[in-house]
């Protein structure tokens, strides 16, 4: 499988400030990452599929323009929350889709824990 | 769509067996399984693919029953380190994007 790094691991910020999360496949190169929001005791809700040298798709709900996904090579994506508020406080989380056999798998990273206050 | 999972959470024993459950009103290519500690990130479990597929990891197993649209996880002689909320993921069709269930909290206590 993928072995997958996320950074930072936590980050706290003051509302109004910008935060860049990275992702990062180790082992594999990535066309495709996925970019995750966990809020406490619920489930992940994907919020944008990133494409490796193309914009990135983002899910009905989720302001593109806010959430800004850049995947610049096949090793990394990058999610940028801009003028966060401390309702985008969560647990942002990236995987990268296996290849071959092991396409319909999921490999996380190890989140990143955003708290904005 | 959401696939949806029974029990919300389960509270067992160690060594007692435990039954997880996710359906879906979508037809099904794939379940996927995953167990997520407090913190981290999930972990993936298994993938069952179309074929009424039956897949197994030590003491935990699972099945697909892609008529039904639902899949079961079976946690046998639960141990401690079971604990944890578990996620269905369900792929409509191959290279669809997942969506996950709204997770199960199992807790063993010793």
């Known amino acids: 499988g993928a072995v997958v790094s996320q950074h930072p691991s936590w980050v706290i910020c003051k509302s109004g400030t910008s935060v860049k999360i990275e992702c990062r496949s180790l082992?594999?190169?990535?066309?495709?990452m996925f970019w995750y929001r966990q809020f406490p005791k619920q489930s992940l809700m994907l919020m944008a599929t990133s494409n490796e040298g193309s914009k990135a798709t983002y899910e009905q709900g989720v302001e593109k323009d806010k959430f800004l996904i850049n995947h610049a090579s096949l090793t990394l994506s990058t999610l940028t929350v801009t003028s966060a508020h401390p309702e985008d406080s969560s647990f942002y989380i990236c995987?990268?889709?296996?290849?071959?056999?092991?396409?319909?798998?999921?490999?996380f990273g190890p989140g990143t824990r955003l708290t904005v206050l | 769509q959401q696939p949806v999972q029974s029990p919300q959470a389960v509270i067992l024993r160690e060594g007692e067996d435990a039954v997880i459950n996710c359906s879906s009103s979508k037809a099904l290519y794939s379940v996927h399984w995953y167990r997520q500690k407090h913190g981290e990130a999930p972990v993936f479990l298994m993938i069952?693919?179309?074929?009424?597929e039956q897949k197994g990891h030590e003491k935990i197993s699972a099945s697909f029953n892609e008529k039904k649209q639902q899949s079961s996880l079976y946690l046998t002689a639960s141990q401690l380190s079971y604990s944890g909320t578990y996620f269905c993921g369900t792929g409509p069709s191959y290279g669809q994007n997942f969506v996950f269930g709204p997770g199960t909290r199992l807790s063993v206590l010793p």
């Open positions: 082992d594999f190169q990535a066309t495709t």
């Open positions: 069952l693919l179309k074929g009424g």
């Open positions: 995987s990268v889709r296996g290849g071959g056999r092991s396409y319909n798998e999921q490999f």
